[in-house]
Nanobody
Framework: HVQLVESGGGSVQVGGSLRLSCVASGDTISRYCMGWFRQIPDKEREGVAAMSTGGFSTYYADSVKGRFSLSQDNSKDITYLQMNSLKPEDTAMYFC????????????????????WGQGTQDTVS
């Protein structure tokens, strides 16, 4: 099964940018729906951005539209989350996750449908 490892988190000032990476191993990333979620203590994990298999379409939470963007390098099995114009409320632990499509459909932000998760990477905006 696929294994995911995130990197790229850190501390940044308000208005700054970060690029998170999610490296997949054990399988080809283009076969999976990919999602990015974030979580702060005592809150539910929320969907931020999602991508269809092969990276052909993307979906964003309203809170990050126009600021975050997803991309994928299928040759390297890496998904990227570019985060611009960061705000303090973007501070969270960020996780990438993978899901196999169900009848060709990806789960967007349905957490229960995601089968594999990375360990997370912390982003702090202040």
């Amino acid at each position: 099964h696929v294994q995911l490892v995130e990197s790229g988190g850190g501390s940044v000032q308000v208005g700054g940018s970060l690029r998170l990476s999610c490296v997949a191993s054990g399988d080809t990333i283009s076969r999976y729906c990919m999602g990015w979620f974030r979580q702060i203590p005592d809150k539910e994990r929320e969907g931020v951005a999602a991508m269809s298999t092969g990276g052909f379409s993307t979906y964003y939470a309203d809170s990050v539209k126009g600021r975050f963007s997803l991309s994928q390098d299928n040759s390297k099995d890496i998904t990227y989350l570019q985060m611009n114009s960061l705000k303090p409320e973007d501070t969270a632990m960020y996780f990438c996750a993978s899901a196999r499509p169900n009848r060709g459909q990806c789960p967007d932000f349905d957490r229960a449908r995601y089968e594999h998760w990375g360990q997370g990477t912390q982003d702090t905006v202040s």
